[in-house]
């Protein structure tokens, strides 16, 4: 079987709509092809400043969250990053085979130093790109679920297995990124031309799947569209209304050109009323069973003790034949 791997970071608590159908989905989807490793990414989220407490209560609920949208302990292994310690050591390895002017051009650090200011940015937040690529390398994976705003990482994941495997001999798998097309960049409701985003400035747009479901039915049906009246998909010209059809569509599985003709003489209301309904009637079960696995502790840290002993094995020998390929000396 190929192998998939992705991570998500608990930073937010709550994972939200773009998360779920650029990124998740695909996850459950591909523990029927693959051999998939999923982790919850607490080195990733501690680029930022985190609260322990809330840090600690947030992993585990992103774990509950992650069981809840489908993923079966049975038929993939979910684990938190930390608990294999391989993630931080390879990652030392690929931070000296990348050029500082490589790791400088990765836009989402752009993005999100520029947002913070200089004396508050992190060297964490500079290498996590880099780390990144050890995550993957790790478990020799074929398939990385993602959304778009990731494809640059594993582009450089790919760059940094091959340079490895030319210049020690062939060691890591050569991973290609899993993005669907179709819902790999989930925009704000409020601002149709941004990523919905954890780290979104406003809180207005983004659609987190444990708010108040009335809330989130409330943030639809504001959502904003354009002052045209025809249900059309137009990225360009009408980055609202596509952004509603998309979501529509990847909740109900109907296609979009039927929406567009089911929608032909209605008003955008119709639609976000719609769409409204359909959410909170996917998110309420979603909500129930996050909070089921809440309330069984026990199932949950064993499910993740599990994961992180498998994750360990597949981790521990892919680092010792990258430190054998190095030079190092084994350690006996
Ligand atoms: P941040 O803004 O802090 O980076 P995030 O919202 O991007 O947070 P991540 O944990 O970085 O969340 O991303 C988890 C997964 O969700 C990644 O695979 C990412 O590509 C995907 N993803 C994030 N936002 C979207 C979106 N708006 N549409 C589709 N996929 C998304
Ligand atoms: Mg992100």
């Known amino acids: 079987r190929p192998r998939a791997l992705s991570g998500i970071q608990p930073t937010a608590g709550s994972f939200h709509l773009g998360n779920y159908l650029g990124a998740i989905r695909q996850y ?41 949208a489908g993923l079966d302990p049975e038929r993939c292994t979910l684990f938190i990053q930390s608990h294999v ?12 085979l990348t050029g500082f002017g490589e790791a400088s051009r990765m836009t989402q650090f752009k993005d999100k130093s ?92 983004l659609v987190n799947l444990l708010d108040d479901p009335k809330a989130s039915a409330k943030k639809f049906r504001s959502a904003v569209t354009d002052t045209d009246t025809v249900i059309r998909f137009d990225e360009e010209n009408k980055p609202g209304v596509s952004n509603l059809l ?28 719609d769409l409204a309904d359909i959410f909170v009637a996917w998110v309420t079960p979603f909500r129930e069973r996050t909070q089921a696995y809440l309330d069984d502790p026990e199932t949950l840290d064993s499910v993740l003790a599990k994961g992180a002993e498998k994750a360990r094995s597949v981790a521990a020998e892919t680092l010792a034949a990258a430190y054998d390929r190095i030079g190092f000396v084994p350690a006996k």
């Open 85 to 96: 310690p391989e993630h931080a050591q390879l990652a030392w390895v690929m931070n000296c």
């Open 28 to 68: 459950v989807d591909l523990q029927e092809t693959h051999d998939a490793y999923y982790m919850v990414v607490d080195l990733h989220a501690i680029t930022v400043p985190q609260d322990p407490a809330t840090l600690r209560a947030n992993t585990r609920l992103a774990a509950a969250q992650l069981l809840a």
């Open 114 to 205: 520029a947002r913070q200011g200089a004396d508050r940015t992190t060297v964490g937040l500079f290498t996590y790109p880099i780390l990144q690529v050890a995550d993957i390398l790790l478990y020799q994976a074929d398939a990385v679920p993602v959304g778009e705003d990731q494809r640059q990482h594993i582009e450089l994941t790919r760059d940094l297995a091959e340079r490895f495997n030319t210049q020690f001999g062939p060691t890591f798998t050569v991973p290609a990124p899993h993005i669907v097309r179709e819902v790999a960049k989930i925009y704000d409701l409020q601002d149709p031309t941004a990523k919905m985003s954890k780290s979104a400035p406003s809180p207005k747009g």
């Open 246 to 273: 998309t979501i529509h569509s990847a909740l109900t599985g109907t296609g979009i050109p039927e929406l567009e003709e089911r929608y032909t003489g209605k008003g955008y209301g119709a639609l976000k009323t």
